[in-house]
Each structure stands twice: as C-alpha cells, then as structure tokens.
C-alpha cells in the first residue's frame, strides 16, 4: 500500500521530503509533481525499482528515461556537456525542458538508449520536486506518469493513489501540475526540436 505525504507546494515540509527521501533510497518507487506533470521516479542506481516503473508503464529502453537533477552542475555530472551546450542549458533551467545529450559512465548503461548510449535530462521548476532532489543528494531516475491506457498523463494525486497504491511505495501530492508534457530537444548533434511541450523552444531558437 502506498504512503500518500501531501506536501505544500510552494514551501514543501522539511520532514516530509526526509521521509519521502528515505523511502526511495530504500528502494521506492515515488510518484511526484515536477513543473509540467507528474512522474514515476526512482533512485538511478535501483535495477529493480526501475524494471517496475518500466512495467507500470510499460514501455523499454528505447523509451527515453530523464534523470531529473537538482541543478545543472549535478547535470553536467551525468552527461557530456561542451561550453555552447552550457550556455544554451544555462538559459533554459530550470524549466520544462527534457535534453537528449551523451551520457557520461555515472549513468549506468542499463538506464540508457540501447543504441545511441544517450540519456534525457532536465532541472524541473518546481519546489516539492527539487526539495526532494536536494535531500536525496543525487538525480532522480524518473517518466512521465501517463499509464498506457491513458491519452494523457496522470494529474490528480488521489486518480493516481488510487490506481497506483498496489504498484508505487509513495505518492506526493504536490498540487495540480497539469497534462502538459515537457519540450524535448536533442543536443547530441546540433538542435533538433523532439517534441514540442510547455518550455518555450524559442529558448534554443526554434
């Protein structure tokens, strides 16, 4: 059964993001508010706990996974990053934006595309979501909550405590977050829009 923690959203609870914390570094799987809708996250190094978001949703690896990071230094950590890409990053978090880029060897291989080695990464504008990345002290290894049932994702935490109380360890309600998906721009060659979603791609533009 999943614990449900309803944390404010602009000035999230210090206690409650520490236990929130603890569940995932146990091995949870935490369904959670980001700035443009909620998602499924798990610790990046947990095989077992991603294997389940990956059933929950089932999708594969060549479904982009997004380590959601706290800032863009800890980003820079995870993957390969030139001075032009910086810059262009620097402008565009944190926002609703997902990058496509090189993955570096922090990133386990079993998290990225099979074929291009490359990892989706993104700073999210939200408070609950970068309380909690700051407690754990690392990225979140994370997917849109959008069940393969469903047309559009998930957004009211009690819709997904209901239907996911049996399948996720923890659900934050965080508030309204909205169906709209983050833009999606591949930097791994140039700047190619991928999907386009609630960051303004002008940022990069496009």
Request: hydrophobic share 40%.
């Amino acid at each position: 059964m999943a614990q449900f923690f309803a944390i404010h959203p602009d000035n999230p609870q210090d206690r409650l993001i520490r236990q929130a914390a603890a569940i995932i570094r146990g091995g949870g799987v935490a369904a959670y508010p980001t700035d443009s809708c909620y998602a499924l996250g798990c610790r990046l190094g947990d095989k077992e706990a991603m294997e389940r978001i990956l059933r929950i949703r089932k999708i594969d690896l060549k479904h982009h996974l997004t380590l959601m990071c706290a800032d863009l230094a800890e980003l820079g950590t995870y993957a390969k990053i030139d001075n032009a890409q910086f810059r262009r990053l620097k402008a565009a978090t944190p926002g609703s934006y997902t990058f496509i880029l090189q993955a570096t060897k922090e990133v386990p291989n079993r998290t990225l595309h099979p074929k291009r080695k490359t990892i989706g990464l993104r700073v999210p504008d939200n408070a609950v979501a970068l309380a909690l990345l700051r407690e754990l002290g690392e990225p979140l290894l994370s997917c849109t909550l959008m069940l393969p049932e469903d047309d559009e994702p998930l957004s009211d935490p009690y819709e997904i405590r209901d239907r996911l109380e049996h399948s996720v360890d923890l659900v934050i309600d965080g508030g309204w977050c909205g169906t709209d998906p983050t833009t999606v721009v591949d930097m791994t060659d140039g700047i190619a829009l991928v999907r386009e979603g609630r960051g303004d791609k002008a940022v990069f533009g496009l």
